[in-house]
């Protein structure tokens, strides 16, 4: 999927245990976005050095494939790692259903996706990297939950730094001198 994105081809000697990281510049949204992408393909192996990548990324691609039932259930897994390692529930996560091209040898339904995407209050795509089916869709989605996550942040800070006019009104008003009254 990664490759898809970055190079719009599919490599069919791609060795998907092995991990890549990647660099690009894109606009999404009329707005530049850089993007630092490390491929894990969900390797349980150096648990210290992914701990680190996730720690320091600001979203997640979780991927499945339609057509294995075991890493549909791995998703989970990966979602409580996630939180486990960053100690925040409300990290930009995207759900992808890999390998729609397939559909004749689909064990996981998109209703099944749909609903595990609600349960993690995120975006679901369906995607074939084989066909580059909703591949930018994907990395475009992650880019804006992180924004949407960032303006929240600026937002919280903003209404945390002001003071509430209504209470500081109160406070001066004692003080306040009286206008002269003209009749």
Same mark, same amino acid.
């Given at each position: @999927?990664?490759?898809?994105?970055?190079?719009?081809?599919?490599?069919?000697?791609? /060795?998907?245990?092995?991990?890549?990281?990647?660099?690009?510049?894109?606009?999404?949204?009329?707005?530049?976005?850089?993007?630092?992408?490390?491929?894990?393909?969900?390797?349980?192996?150096?648990?210290? @050095?992914?701990?680190?990548? @996730? *720690? $320091?990324?600001?979203?997640?691609?979780?991927?499945?494939?339609?057509? /294995?039932?075991?890493?549909?259930?791995?998703?989970?897994?990966?979602?409580?790692?996630?939180?486990?390692?960053?100690?925040?529930?409300?990290?930009?996560?995207?759900?992808?259903?890999?390998?729609?091209?397939?559909?004749?040898?689909?064990?996981?339904?998109?209703?099944?996706?749909? $609903?595990? $995407?609600?349960?993690? #209050?995120?975006?679901?795509?369906?995607?074939?990297?084989?066909?580059?089916?909703?591949?930018?869709?994907?990395?475009?989605?992650?880019? *804006?939950?992180?924004?949407?996550?960032?303006?929240?942040?600026?937002?919280?800070?903003?209404?945390?730094?002001?003071?509430? #006019?209504?209470?500081?009104?109160?406070?001066?008003?004692?003080?306040?001198?009286?206008?002269?009254?003209?009749?």
């Amino acid at each position: @999927m990664t490759m898809q994105f970055i190079s719009h081809r599919f490599p069919e000697d791609h /060795d998907p245990t092995i991990e890549d990281a990647y660099k690009i510049r894109i606009r999404i949204d009329d707005e530049p976005a850089n993007l630092d992408i490390l491929d894990t393909a969900g390797q349980a192996e150096f648990t210290a @050095m992914r701990d680190q990548y @996730m *720690r $320091a990324g600001e979203g997640f691609i979780i991927c499945y494939s339609i057509t /294995d039932r075991r890493s549909f259930h791995e998703v989970r897994e990966f979602k409580q790692l996630i939180y486990r390692v960053r100690r925040t529930d409300d990290t930009p996560v995207v759900l992808v259903g890999n390998k729609s091209d397939l559909k004749q040898l689909r064990q996981v339904t998109k209703e099944e996706g749909l $609903a595990l $995407a609600r349960e993690f #209050s995120c975006p679901f795509f369906e995607t074939s990297a084989a066909y580059r089916y909703y591949i930018d869709d994907v990395f475009h989605a992650l880019v *804006r939950e992180i924004r949407r996550k960032e303006k929240e942040v600026v937002l919280a800070m903003e209404k945390k730094s002001k003071p509430k #006019s209504s209470v500081w009104k109160r406070l001066k008003s004692p003080f306040r001198k009286k206008k002269d009254s003209v009749t």
